[in-house]
């Protein structure tokens, strides 16, 4: 009995091996392809972008995204040298480098990476003083980077930043930094003070100087002081009157005394 295959069968059949069997990958994607369980190499078309073309039932393509990842760590418990505890969380940019590495040197790179940078970062934190943590962020930022980029390097992936967002204190520890913070203000305010009261006080000096030298300025300034109290409209205004001013007086007294 012979066989007859429809046309309408063929096309079918066809259009089916050319979907199975011709992928398009995006600009961003890369294709690792097993052929028989192995990591096949020199396709027709390579491996991405546009079209690659693979054969049914025998090759298996993964696509893999070369664009950077930013994944998000998850608040972690971290006791600081100096014995804090603190809840830190932070976020990591990493993308594929090796496409051929993520896929066959790791199970699930983005786990793996998410999980790393959890132990890393309680690692870190852990070795360094509250105080370093909070004022000398972008060390540590650099110093996860470095250790994450390093130990990531073997599955092909790339950590390009890593940055700590929040750090949560306890109650009780916000409100000690709280009053240092207060205390320090206190202290800075009262230096301050004192170098100004200092300088005014060089300024009295210099000034006292001068109308040792010019006895006249002495006058001037007394002058210029009456005046000024006289602008507040006092009704009674009580001031001395320097004996400097009476001698010229004094003087002539004595002169007309002397000629009788």
């Known amino acids: 009995m012979e066989l007859i295959v429809s046309p309408i069968i063929l096309l079918v059949l066809l259009a089916v091996l050319v979907a199975i069997g011709f992928k398009v990958l995006r600009e961003y994607e890369r294709a690792v392809i097993f052929r028989f369980g192995r990591v096949a190499r020199g396709l027709v078309g390579g491996t991405g972008p546009g079209i690659v073309v693979i054969i049914p039932l025998v090759d298996k393509l993964v696509r893999v995204s070369l664009r950077t990842v930013a994944l998000d760590v998850p608040p972690q418990d971290v006791i600081t040298r100096d014995?804090?505890?603190?809840?830190?969380?932070?976020?990591?940019?990493?993308?594929?480098?090796?496409?051929?590495?993520?896929?066959?040197?790791?199970?699930?790179y983005l786990y793996a990476t998410s999980m790393m940078a959890q132990t890393t970062l309680r690692s870190v934190l852990g070795q360094s003083q509250l105080d370093d943590l909070l004022a000398k962020r972008e060390e540590i930022n650099s110093q996860l980077q470095l250790i994450l980029d390093q130990q990531s390097e073997p599955w092909g992936v790339k950590v390009s930043a890593v940055e700590v967002k929040n750090v949560d204190l306890p109650q009780e520890m916000q409100r000690v930094i709280a009053k240092q913070a207060e205390a320090e203000r206190g202290r800075r305010s009262k230096i301050i003070h004192a170098e100004g009261e200092f300088q005014a006080a060089e300024r009295l000096a210099d000034a006292a100087?001068?109308?040792?030298?010019?006895?006249?300025?002495?006058?001037?300034?007394?002058?210029?002081t009456l005046v000024e109290i006289a602008a507040e409209k006092n009704s009674t205004t009580s001031f001395p009157i320097p004996i400097d001013m009476l001698t010229p007086f004094i003087q002539s007294l004595e002169k007309c005394e002397a000629g009788e």
Do not use: C, G, T, W
């Open 83 to 108: 014995n804090v505890s603190v809840k830190v969380n932070a976020v990591i940019y990493f993308r594929v480098v090796d496409p051929q590495r993520a896929i066959v040197q790791i199970e699930d």
């Open 209 to 224: 100087i001068v109308m040792s030298r010019q006895p006249m300025a002495l006058q001037l300034r007394y002058l210029q």
